[in-house]
């Protein structure tokens, strides 16, 4: 087949890359030039140029043709904005997710020609077709599956995305870029939001929204306690980077319009949820599934939850899990899963 691969200069996408020429594909590698550093060069090197060098190792080793796609205006109107509109309304976003529906699977599907039968990632997924149907299912490695991210894509994304690594786990793709000798063979696997590379999180939020002096006060005693420079920095269930003594602290609540963080010792169990609302949903087959039992994640991880479903007005769903959870943050994703299948997902609502 002709195959265009998204490559972005780490482990994974090489290994992808490689497998599918050891296949005998006709491989195109094309690096999604994404990363906004250009508006923060303020803060140092791009690691984009980093990405583009193990890349073009990787594709010169390879003999392979690689091209650059330059979809920064594309990825600011589709997941920057909503991403910091997320942030401004004190919910906790997952731009990811749509890096993949509307960016990777989506915008790319449109500029790419028309004769490349795939498109190709180093995500660790598997897709199989029944009856007419692309099925999304787990990849075998439970920590790093990455069906949450890709549970909204459509059946026409599916029926062109391959995942080479969908049937292997990390020690079999770290054993296989040695193997194949690849000059990013020992490169660490990048961590944090996908368009913002080497540039902290709260460097983005403090560019984009400022900082705003607020109190954080302890939920129990309504003490306060310190402060912080914005709501938005903070998500709930957070227990890190508080900069308060006599921990461990944890992001209990937020209130908004007043500028304050709830903080507690505790990770509250009279905070947590059981239950939860969610709405906005992609259904990968294009069908509602029946009301009962699944299983569901809250966010990115090898945690499930046992759950069930309802459906109430304008398609929205109460779900109810099994172990109540003081995490669950309005704006993040629940991804519903029946066994090892991916049926899609929804935005977690407002309280």
Not at 57 to 64: D, T
Not at 224 to 249: A, C, D, M, V
Not at 262 to 271: F, V
Request: contains cysteine.
């Amino acid at each position: 087949m002709k195959i265009a691969v998204l490559a972005s200069g780490g482990v994974d996408s090489s290994v992808a890359l490689r497998l599918l020429k050891e296949e005998g594909h006709d491989i195109t590698a094309f690096y999604l030039k994404i990363w906004l550093q250009d508006e923060f060069s303020f803060l140092g090197d791009c690691p984009w140029e980093e990405d583009l060098s193990y890349i073009r190792a990787v594709c010169k080793q390879a003999e392979i043709p690689f091209e650059v796609l330059n979809l920064q205006t594309e990825y600011w109107d589709s997941v920057v904005k909503y991403t910091i509109e997320e942030i401004r309304e004190g919910r906790t976003p997952n731009p990811d997710i749509f890096c993949n529906s509307l960016i990777k699977f989506g915008q790319f599907y449109d500029k790419i020609d028309k004769s490349f039968e795939k498109v190709a990632t180093g995500h660790y997924a598997l897709v199989e077709k029944r009856v007419n149907k692309f099925i999304l299912k787990q990849a075998p490695d439970p920590v790093k599956d990455q069906t949450y991210f890709l549970a909204y894509l459509t059946q026409t994304q599916l029926s062109r995305a391959l995942f080479p690594l969908g049937h292997l786990d990390k020690k079999q793709v770290r054993t296989l870029a040695q193997k194949f000798d690849l000059p990013n063979k020992e490169r660490k696997d990048s961590q944090g939001i996908c368009f913002l590379g080497q540039i902290k999180f709260n460097e983005f939020v403090k560019h984009h929204l400022g900082e705003i002096k607020g109190e954080i006060v302890e939920y129990e005693t309504n003490k306060k306690l310190g402060e912080h420079n914005g709501y938005y920095f903070y998500t709930i269930g957070q227990r890190s980077g508080l900069g308060l003594s006599g921990g461990p602290w944890y992001v209990v609540k937020k209130d908004i319009a007043k500028n304050i963080i709830y903080i507690s010792r505790e990770n509250l169990s009279h905070r947590s949820r059981s239950e939860f609302y969610a709405g906005k949903f992609n259904w990968i087959k294009n069908e509602l599934p029946a009301e009962g039992n699944y299983n569901v994640k809250i966010r990115h991880g090898a945690r499930f939850y046992n759950c069930n479903i309802s459906f109430v007005e304008n398609e929205n769903a109460l779900i109810k899990i099994d172990v109540p959870d003081q995490g669950i943050a309005p704006g993040q994703f629940a991804v519903i899963y029946d066994n090892d299948e991916c049926l899609g997902g929804g935005v977690i609502l407002s309280d």
